[in-house]
Nanobody, 122 residues
Framework: QLQASGGGLVQAGGSLRLSCAASGRAFSTYAMGWFRQAPGKAREFVAVISWSGGTTSYADSVKGRFTISNHNAQNTVYLQMNNLKPEDTAVYFC?????????????????WGKGTQVTVSS
């Protein structure tokens, strides 16, 4: 029910835009966000946005470089990633739950999408 896309290979300093499309009425009013998992590391929070778009939150490591946005009519959330660094290399997952806090804290998140690979070369 969550379909992520937009990953790929990019050089350091480049940009990518990830998309996550949600299907089904369950996602009406849900907060949606992004996590990532690098090889050998735990999954970590990246960004989250409220359904209204009025509240966003970012991991310190991506502040000022990544921007999360949504298009409620299309049930889609985006992650614009600029000035990418090799350490941003990971599989990126979208997630959805009833509140920004629930997504931000990764407290038994209700819905996960399949990941999309982002690789940043130096």
């Amino acid at each position: 029910q969550l379909q992520a896309s937009g990953g790929g290979l990019v050089q350091a300093g480049g940009s990518l835009r990830l998309s996550c499309a949600a299907s089904g009425r369950a996602f009406s009013t849900y907060a949606m966000g992004w996590f990532r998992q690098a090889p050998g590391k735990a999954r970590e929070f990246v960004a989250v946005i409220s359904w209204s778009g009025g509240t966003t939150s970012y991991a310190d490591s991506v502040k000022g470089r990544f921007t999360i946005s949504n298009h409620n009519a299309q049930n889609t959330v985006y992650l614009q990633m600029n000035n990418l660094k090799p350490e941003d290399t990971a599989v990126y997952f979208c997630a959805a739950d009833r509140s920004v806090v629930a997504v931000r804290t990764n407290a038994n998140i209700r819905y996960w999408g399949k990941g999309t690979q982002v690789t940043v070369s130096s």
